[in-house]
């Protein structure tokens, strides 16, 4: 499994519904989590930092619209794209599926082909280093199709770990990122890797970084992981 597959993370109750979404997510090339109450849905957020999230409406202990709420209210998930799905089809409740914050709402029953479209033109949005862009931070510049890094127009030289350590920090700036959810990111999930590898990593970008000179850009967040500024 790679390390850049984006991860989709898809609460439905239904369990057929379950089963057709994430086979065609995963025919899509995205890595699939699965939460069937909102309950479950606000754990994974926290676990697996989605890079989206495809969610339904009406969910049992916990509602599509208030686990919307939520992770549109914390500034860590805040710029996680969602997808709501839902069997009503009032305009009224567009608009308050809408208001809550999500960023796009598919009417039931919806076709399979749109809502994949869907979701790879959120992601492309949310996520730009899958879609091949260049990233910026400060004066870090990140560009994911030549591997280039520069800071202030130098170029640094990272090892490949280190790129990809930089790439999921630069997608979403100020996000603080546990071990484990690094090791899943940039290592992938089915490689055994101790969580201290990560400070050894993490130490080399560092150093990396401040190659040329300039502050350290990253931030040790004591007993919760690193985040980029
Ligand atoms: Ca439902």
Redesign the pocket.
Known sequence: MSAEQPTVLLV???PAQREVLSYNLEAEGFRVVRAENGEEGLMLVDEEAPDIIVL????PKVSGIEVCRQVKTRPDTRSTPIIMLS?RSEEVDRVRGLETGADDYVVKPYSVVELMARVRAQLRRARPSAAGLVLEYEDIRLDSESHRVTRAGETLKLGPTEFRLLSTFMEKPGRVWSREQLLDRVWGRDIYVDTRTVDVHIGRLRKALCQHGGGDPLRTVRGAGYALG
Do not use: S
């Open positions: 439905e109750d239904e339904d409406w009406m969910l069997a």
